[in-house]
């Protein structure tokens, strides 16, 4: 098989607004969460709500949370904590990064951080793969999409 890297490692992180944090405090620890007004998330499998994960130094908790947003798309629940509303989880990758790097978000647990592994796509070994194939894997590479190819 053959493994084409499409995203690297996905880091979750918690972040909140500056003014949310002014006026509610710094969580310290996953257990914290629950004083304070999570933006929480809704899977849509099945309809629960995202038990929010965190791992330090082998220790890895699951924290319900609670707050006034329940949403699932990224971009209410980046907005809601961007407005204030209280502490979001995201991908880094989501565009959370962006409103760290300027300010408007605050990475809050940053020593409890999970990463999930990146997404991949992954084709048989063959001599001759299909032109379709090979033209999408040329185009995404040329784009800048995939990071590397691997062998698995």
Same mark, same amino acid.
Not at 2 to 15: E, G, H, S
């Given at each position: 098989?053959?493994?084409?890297?499409?995203?690297? +490692?996905?880091?979750?992180?918690?972040?909140?607004?500056?003014?949310?944090?002014?006026?509610?405090?710094?969580?310290?620890?996953?257990?914290?969460?629950?004083?304070?007004?999570?933006?929480?998330?809704? %899977?849509?499998?099945?309809?629960?709500?995202?038990?929010?994960?965190?791992?330090?130094?082998?220790?890895? %908790?699951?924290?319900?949370?609670?707050?006034?947003?329940?949403?699932?798309?990224?971009?209410?629940?980046?907005?809601? !904590?961007?407005?204030?509303?209280?502490?979001?989880?995201? #991908? *880094?990758? +989501?565009?959370?990064? *962006?409103?760290? !790097?300027?300010?408007?978000?605050?990475?809050?647990?940053? +020593?409890?951080?999970?990463?999930?592994?990146?997404? #991949?796509?992954?084709?048989?070994?063959?001599?001759?793969?299909?032109? %379709?194939?090979?033209?999408?894997?040329?185009?995404? %590479?040329?784009?800048?999409? #995939?990071?590397?190819?691997?062998?698995?």
């Amino acid at each position: 098989m053959i493994a084409v890297r499409l995203t690297p +490692d996905l880091k979750m992180v918690a972040v909140a607004a500056p003014e949310y944090l002014a006026r509610c405090g710094t969580p310290t620890s996953p257990a914290d969460l629950h004083q304070h007004a999570c933006i929480n998330w809704r %899977l849509q499998a099945d309809g629960r709500q995202y038990r929010w994960e965190f791992k330090k130094r082998g220790q890895r %908790l699951d924290v319900a949370v609670e707050g006034p947003v329940v949403t699932n798309h990224a971009d209410i629940g980046i907005a809601a !904590a961007l407005g204030g509303l209280g502490i979001a989880y995201h #991908f *880094e990758q +989501d565009g959370v990064a *962006e409103h760290i !790097a300027q300010g408007r978000l605050v990475q809050v647990l940053a +020593d409890w951080t999970v990463s999930r592994p990146g997404l #991949f796509l992954y084709y048989p070994n063959r001599q001759h793969r299909p032109a %379709l194939l090979g033209a999408l894997i040329d185009c995404l %590479l040329d784009k800048g999409v #995939f990071a590397e190819v691997q062998e698995a």
